[in-house]
Nanobody, 114 residues
Framework: VQLQASGGGLVQAGGSLRLSCASA????????MYWYRQAPGKQRESVAS???????NYANFVKGRFTISRDNNNYMVYLQMNSLNPEDTAVYYC?????????WGQGTQVTVSS
């Protein structure tokens, strides 16, 4: 199983980034996909999720700013992040879950400067 997040970087406050997660080794279309983040000294927190049927959920702190989407043909999940602020600085991880099966990949660093 592989989950590889990419697209992070350094951006100024108010800017945008699009994160991608390339997946392999499991039946991607049948899995719910997640984006989590972990800031220095803080616990990992859920950012957004998208079900196998493409239903979405967002943490309150990203509603209206972030959009999660998936491409079942190419086993990809995306996180479009707009209106970024310094509090969004964290390592962002993608994950997959179906029942008791859960997978996580390497994260990608997002740094938002003020």
């Amino acid at each position: 199983v592989q989950l590889q997040a990419s697209g992070g970087g350094l951006v100024q406050a108010g800017g945008s980034l699009r994160l991608s997660c390339a997946s392999a080794g499991f039946a991607f279309p049948n899995y719910a996909m997640y984006w989590y983040r972990q800031a220095p000294g803080k616990q990992r927190e859920s950012v957004a999720s998208i079900s196998s049927g493409s239903g979405t959920n967002y943490a309150n702190f990203v509603k209206g700013r972030f959009t999660i989407s998936r491409d079942n043909n190419n086993y990809m999940v995306y996180l479009q992040m707009n209106s970024l602020n310094p509090e969004d600085t964290a390592v962002y991880y993608c994950g997959a879950q179906r029942g008791s099966s859960a997978y996580w990949g390497q994260g990608t660093q997002v740094t938002v400067s003020s």
